[in-house]
């Protein structure tokens, strides 16, 4: 029987080198000169490292650019508040991945109710579509893509 995943991941490497181009455009560019502005990248949370809140909101935008260069979506990006203090301004950016509960479910219901020949099973971080004519799959795909999820999503694993 065909079937395919619908995942929500983002490419570890990609990210890393995104971060890394980002922190070499900071500490090269004049207006961050002596400053002490940087990104730091645990897991899967960017920590933005600035004197003031501009700076920070300057730092976000190249970071976006960066990782649209790369190739990753910037819709997985959850900017928090920015943490201002005296002379140092942080702020965190979290990075969702794999698809919660809850995105499972509004997906499961979507197949569900568009009268497709197809069944949509949740497993864990990801979302398994089978049905019995490759047609049908892709009419999936296609209404899954126009869903406008929170979250980037990507179709592995096709098969027939």
Not at 93 to 116: C, E, N, P, T, Y
Request: charged share 30%.
């Amino acid at each position: 029987m065909p079937s395919f995943d619908v995942v929500s991941e983002v490419d570890q490497h990609e990210l890393t080198n995104a971060v890394d181009q980002a922190n070499r455009e900071v500490s090269q560019r004049f207006d961050f000169k002596d400053t002490g502005a940087n990104y730091e990248l645990a897991d899967f949370a960017i920590t933005l490292h600035a004197q003031v809140d501009f700076q920070l909101r300057q730092m976000l935008d190249i970071l976006k650019l960066r990782l649209t260069k790369r190739g990753i979506d910037i819709s997985c990006l959850e900017p928090g508040e920015p943490e201002i203090a005296l002379n140092a301004a942080r702020q965190q950016i979290l990075l969702r991945h794999g698809i919660d509960a809850d995105s499972g479910r509004r997906i499961q219901r979507l197949v569900r109710d568009s009268k497709l020949k197809v069944q949509a099973t949740i497993q864990g971080e990801q979302v398994r579509v089978s049905g019995k004519q490759r047609d049908d799959l892709q009419a999936a795909m296609a209404l899954i893509r126009q869903a406008g999820l929170d979250r980037p999503l990507q179709f592995r694993n096709f098969r027939d």
